[in-house]
């Protein structure tokens, strides 16, 4: 018995090793075709120029050149282009900005420096500082400003996502499979963003965290406010289709609300360009002609 006990255990070895080297055998040969079709297609001109030469030195310079910003500005980049859903990465923003920056600051700095026999004065000097400013303020202003359209296309798309969302779940579907039709018939950031959290939850993160994220990146209060009630309902168990109805209806109240305070403060914010630009217009049309009679009158 021992020794028939002692060859079955050996033959289960060596299949199980005959098995495994078989498995190892097929996997080190699927490997090297995928590192051959990647060879080939670096090598072959699967990929171009910019992609294999350029984009690293411009990450690899940008990388530096985040090294050397300060910490707040880079801080800003990185929210605000999670923010926006840029397809640039910070690295590549960064670089942009440096470029920005020096490149017409010195451009301008040699055009003076020719132009004033040598010397600069407090003025150029000023100038040459302002466009070297305005090379680091234009590209953070013309991404912030992306950013904040975008989080303003997901807020008023949001109300409506809620009341599909609301619907869907008291209809008898579950909250993943809610999620997944708002997705497939929402447009713009709303549905970007719900496919995915869906995405990163079937990559295995769970839900709570795949809705933090999501907030974090949206970076609004109201949405922190409906992710936090899903959590809560999720994890006090109580009725996920009456909390989403009651934030829809909150929602729509704060949307109402932020409305009536913009249209409260559209008087103040019309006396600059009434003072400034319109007021003389209107001084010199009503003015005018009675000055130009006045004169006609006082020299005939």
Known sequence: MTIMASILVFAAVLLFALWFSRRQN??????????AARRTSS?????SFGARVIMPAVRAFGTRATAIMP????AQARRWLIISNSSMGLPTFMSL???????????????LYASGGGSLGTMQTLLVIAVAVTGIVG???????????????FWKALPDSLDLLTTCVEAGLSLDFAFQRVAARQKGPVGEEIGRMLREKALGQPRREALLAMAERIALPDVNVFVNSVIQAETLGTSIGQVLRVQSRQLRIRRRQRAEQMARQAAP???FPLVFF????LFIVILG???????KTFTG
């Not at 910490?71 to 880079?74: H, I």
């Not at 002609?289 to 004169?295: C, H, T, W």
Request: charged share 15%.
């Open 278 to 281: 319109i007021m003389p217009n």
């Open 26 to 35: 097929a996997m080190q040969n699927r490997v090297r075709s995928l590192a």
């Open 139 to 153: 590209p953070m202003m013309i991404l912030r400003r992306a950013a904040k359209n975008r989080q303003n296309a």
């Open 269 to 271: 914010k019309m006396v």
């Open 43 to 47: 090598s072959g001109g699967g990929e």
């Open 71 to 74: 910490t707040t500005l880079v």
């Open 97 to 111: 900005v440096l470029v920005l920056a020096t490149a017409p600051a010195l451009i301008t700095f040699a055009t």
């Open 289 to 295: 002609p009675i000055i130009i009679n006045a004169i």
